[in-house]
Structures are given as structure tokens and as C-alpha cells.
């Protein structure tokens, strides 16, 4: 039995906007402006804002959709979702259970998570090289 | 190859935890902690390539819920995968080494780790007939606390009988325990009180240990503020039930089978400061209101001697002319603790005394 069935009327529901959407929103613009003038990037915890369901929404039909989606299973289901913006990513996380743990605007080329690290490279063509010797 | 053997990330690899998973999961902490995001990355950056935290766990007089709460559960969480790939140099519930082996193992952890390692204690300090209650291989635990604590880098007083006494205190205290915060005085401590408590708070303490070197933010009670900063009740789903004076007064009624809120059945969350009601247990699972139990209280100073677990409260002042009052009491003394609404906080406060587990201990 989920939270679901049992009728409570949480306070955060309400259906207003309550202006703090389009305050990020002038954020997300602040941070592109840097990372096109000096490449900085930056990111927004979403979780972090006192945001209503319909305030997630507007900022999300404000943003709208980009090219490029990516899924990731990390220990439970991450969602990279481009924006029309270039350089504005949406990345949502949940965990095994499928409850939301995390939400984030990145403001950057290419989000971190995505990223190959150079160690994980580097260990990755060792590996390879191992598979090929055994070959012969 | 050999120096990334000791690294927490290659560690874990080993367990089939990816680099992504690990940075996915330092994100996570980050905003439960309320850091800045880019403490995420920081995290997952010194975490990853910091040599593993050495780390002494000393059990005390305790239960082993809070080892069990953390290694522990129905899944493998990350917080118990990433405990395992601590370098834990001893504790004795998880060694293999025993007797005289295990003995030198706590010897050895601490001259190659002087002034670096994290000591996590669990359990309370009995103090009476010189700490002789409770021993481990002929030395008190009070002894052995006053032994390996000054070489520590910092100390985690884990549970609620490390962070204030626990059961092992509560009335009449047959062994003196004490917290301990009792003993040590020149140490950096941290308190991550609840019985148990929830493993995300250590990994998040060891994390922000870590990364920035230093212990989170603490409350005056010691508990890291990012976890403890709001009490249940200011988080819970049925908030908006106390607000309008809907409880439930049996476990078995209307309101409880409506999911009103449990206050009048002895809930403690309005007086304790927790993270349940947002970072749930077993995996975001469910979390004790949620399954239809009030709160015990149980990350609050001497929660086991507050007056019973099914005691609301706030009562009418005068107990004989309880039957009758029963009733109103109910809205009345809900609102009482309102923090939302100080105004009827004043007026409630006025017609009634407001009690604490705090006064029901004297
Ligand atoms: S009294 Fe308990 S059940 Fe009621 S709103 Fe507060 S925390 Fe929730
Ligand atoms: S809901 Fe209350 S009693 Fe239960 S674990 Fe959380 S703080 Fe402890």
C-alpha cells in the first residue's frame, strides 16, 4: 500500500505557481550567459527550491526538449535530458525503488555523469589490451 | 595497480558499483545535506581518490542495531557497500580476527593511522564500579575510550547510547553510563543519535570528513544540521491532519484507517529533530508514521524515560479532570506545539501545560 491510498491532502500539491520557477529560470540564464562568455559551468539543485509540482512543470514547459536523451542505470534509473537550450541539460535520478533522490539543471557542454573519466579510460584500454593477447 | 587497490572507488568496483553510480550517489548526498551542488562532484572526486579512510569502530555497552542498521538490510544499500569499503581496521562484530589477533589488529590501526583515523563508537560508556560492567579482553570500555580517543582525527558518537546514554542510561542507570561526550572533551565530535540511526548520516558525516576535511555543521546537541534541522513533525505527509485537528485515537479507528494524524496515540514528532519523514528507511521504503506509528523520539536526549511511548504530549493540566476533557483536549493540545501557528501556540499554551519529554522526566 503506497502513500497513494491513504487520502491526505499535502500542502505542496496546490496547484499554484508560486514564483520561484521563474527565478530559476533567470538563474539558468545568469549561468548560460557565463558558460558561453567564459566556459564556466554550473549546476542547480532542483531539490533544493521550494518548488510546486506546477512550478516544475512551467520551468519544464519553458525549457522544452532538445536532441539528445540519455538513460542510465545506476543503481536505480537516471534520466540526461537536453533542453532547447543548448548547454542546458535535465537530469533526474531515482533509486531501486523508483522514488525520486535527486534533480538537477546542468548548465555545461556535456554533464559530468555522462563523461568517460580518464581513470576508468585508462583502466578500460588495459582491459582491452588483456582481451586481445589472449586472443592469439 | 597496486596503489588503486586502496582507493574507495576501485573498491567498489570490485563490488559492481560504477564510477557514475558512486558520482550519482555523492549528488544525492550532496542536496540531502544541503551543500551546493558542486559539493557533489568535490565529494565524489576526494572520495574516489582519497587512499580509504581508516576507520576504528569500538562497540561499547550497545545492542548491535546500529552495526545491523547499517550493514544491514534487505538489499545492499550503498551506504553498507560503501561502509565495507572503508578501510575498517577493526570491529569485532565484523572481523574475522578474534581474542589476542584482533587485540594487536586495534593496536596496529592505531600507530599507522595516529592522528588520522575516524573513531566510531556505538554503544554507552559505563562508568560504575570503574567502567567494570562492561569489558572487553580485561579492559573496561571506559579505558579503552580514554586510550584510543586522543589519537583520533575525529570521533562519531554513533546511536543514541554513544550520543547520550541510550537504554543502557535510562532510569535507574544500574551501570552510571554516560555519552561519550561525558569523557572526551578535546575532540571533535559528532553525535548521529537514533536507535538506530539512519545509515545515510554516516556516510554523509564520513563524506563531508573526507572531502573537506572537517565535520558538517553541527546543532547544539551536536547532530549534524543537515539531517537533524527540522524535527519529524515539521516533515510529516500527515501534517496537514494535526493542522485541522483530525486524529486518530485508536490504532484501529476511522482516522486511523483515514491516515489522520497519530499525536493523540503518543507520536514524539513535534519534540524530535530526525531526518524519517523525508529519507524514509529500508531504501525510501515506508517510515514509521507512514506504517501507522507514531514517532518515539528515539534521536532525542533520554527518549526511554519520556512517559510512555502511547502518552500524547501535551495533556490538560489538572489529570482528574482528564475523562471529561478528553475530547477537546485533543484539537487543543495538537495545536499546542504548532509551530506554524504561534499565535495559537499562545493561546493554547495559556489553557493548558505543554509537556515535554523533557518535564515527564523529573
Ligand atoms: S504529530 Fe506525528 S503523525 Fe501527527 S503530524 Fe506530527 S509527526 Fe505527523
Ligand atoms: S520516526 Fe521517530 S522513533 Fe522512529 S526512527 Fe524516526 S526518530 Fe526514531
Known amino acids: 500500500m503506497g502513500l497513494e491510498s491513504i487520502p491526505v491532502v499535502t500542502q505542496s500539491a496546490s496547484d499554484g505557481l508560486t514564483g520561484n520557477a521563474a527565478a530559476v529560470l533567470r538563474e539558468i540564464a545568469a549561468r548560460l550567459e557565463s558558460l558561453a562568455k567564459e566556459g564556466q559551468s554550473g549546476i542547480i539543485d532542483l531539490g533544493a527550491m521550494p518548488l510546486s509540482p506546477a512550478d516544475k512543470a512551467w520551468l519544464a514547459d519553458k525549457l522544452g526538449q532538445g536532441e539528445v536523451e540519455i538513460n542510465l542505470e545506476l543503481d536505480g534509473p537516471s534520466h540526461v535530458r537536453e533542453t532547447r537550450y543548448a548547454g542546458v541539460w535535465w537530469l533526474l535520478h531515482h533509486n531501486p525503488q523508483g522514488a525520486v533522490t535527486g534533480e538537477f539543471i546542468e548548465i555545461t557542454r556535456i554533464p559530468e555523469l555522462v563523461l568517460a573519466h580518464p581513470a576508468d579510460i585508462i583502466s578500460g584500454s588495459e582491459s582491452l589490451n588483456f582481451l586481445i593477447d589472449d586472443l592469439c | ?362
Not at chain 2, 562532484?41 to 569500538?58: G, K, Q, T, Y
Not at chain 2, 553510563?177 to 565530535?189: E, L
Not at chain 2, 554523509?204 to 573537506?212: I, K, Q, S
Not at chain 2, 510529516?236 to 490504532?251: E, H, N, S, V
Open chain 2, 1 to 362: 595497480m597496486r596503489e588503486q587497490e586502496g582507493r574507495l572507488v576501485a573498491s567498489l568496483a570490485q563490488q559492481g558499483i560504477s564510477r557514475r553510480t558512486f558520482m550519482k550517489y555523492c549528488a544525492t548526498l550532496a542536496s540531502m545535506m544541503a551543500l551546493p551542488p558542486s559539493a557533489g562532484i568535490a565529494m565524489a572526486e576526494a572520495m574516489a581518490s582519497s587512499r580509504r579512510p581508516s576507520v576504528i569502530w569500538l562497540p561499547f555497552q550497545e545492542c548491535t542495531g546500529c552495526t545491523e542498521s547499517i550493514t544491514r538490510s534487505h538489499s545492499p544499500t550503498l551506504e553498507g557497500l560503501i561502509f565495507d569499503a572503508i578501510s575498517l581496521d577493526y570491529q569485532e562484530t565484523l572481523m574475522a580476527a578474534a581474542g589476542h589477533q584482533a587485540e594487536e589488529a586495534l593496536e596496529k590501526a592505531i600507530e599507522d593511522n595516529k592522528g588520522k583515523f575516524v573513531l566510531i563508537i556505538d554503544g554507552s560508556v559505563a562508568t560504575g564500579l570503574d567502567g567494570a560492567y562492561s569489558c572487553i579482553a580485561g579492559r573496561s570500555n571506559l579505558e579503552l575510550l580514554k586510550k584510543v580517543a586522543p589519537h583520533a582525527a575525529a570521533i562519531v558518537a554513533m546511536g543514541s547510547c554513544a550520543a547520550y546514554g541510550g537504554i543502557p542510561k535510562a532510569n535507574p542507570n544500574p551501570t552510571a553510563a554516560v555519552s561519550v561526550s561525558d569523557i572526551i572533551k578535546d575532540k571533535p565530535i559528532v553525535n548521529i543519535p537514533g536507535c538506530p540511526p539512519i545509515p545515510v548520516v554516516m556516510t554523509g558525516v564520513l563524506a563531508h570528513f573526507l572531502t573537506f576535511g572537517s565535520l558538517p555543521e553541527l546543532d547544539k546537541l551536536g547532530r549534524p544540521k543537515a539531517f537533524y534541522g527540522e524535527t519529524i513533525h515539521d516533515r510529516c505527509y500527515r501534517r496537514p491532519f494535526y493542522d485541522q485537528g483530525k486524529f486518530a485515537k485508536t490504532f484501529d479507528d476511522d482516522g486511523a484507517r483515514n491516515g489522520w494524524c497519530l499525536f493523540e496515540l503518543g507520536c514524539k514528532g513535534p519534540i524530535t529533530y530526525n531526518a524519517c519523514a523525508t529519507v524514509k528507511w529500508n531504501g525510501g521504503t515506508s517510515w514509521p508514521v507512514e506504517s501507522g506509528h507514531g514517532c518515539l523520539g528515539c534521536s532525542e536526549p533520554d527518549f526511554w524515560d519520556g512517559g510512555g511511548f502511547y502518552k500524547a504530549l501535551s495533556m490538560p493540566a489538572n489529570p482528574l479532570k482528564l475523562a471529561a476533557g478528553a475530547a477537546v483536549a485533543g484539537a487543543a493540545a495538537g495545536v499546542a506545539i504548532s509551530f506554524a501557528n504561534r499565535a495559537k501556540k499562545g493561546a493554547a499554551k495559556a489553557a493548558h501545560e505543554t509537556t515535554t519529554l523533557a518535564d515527564l522526566e523529573k
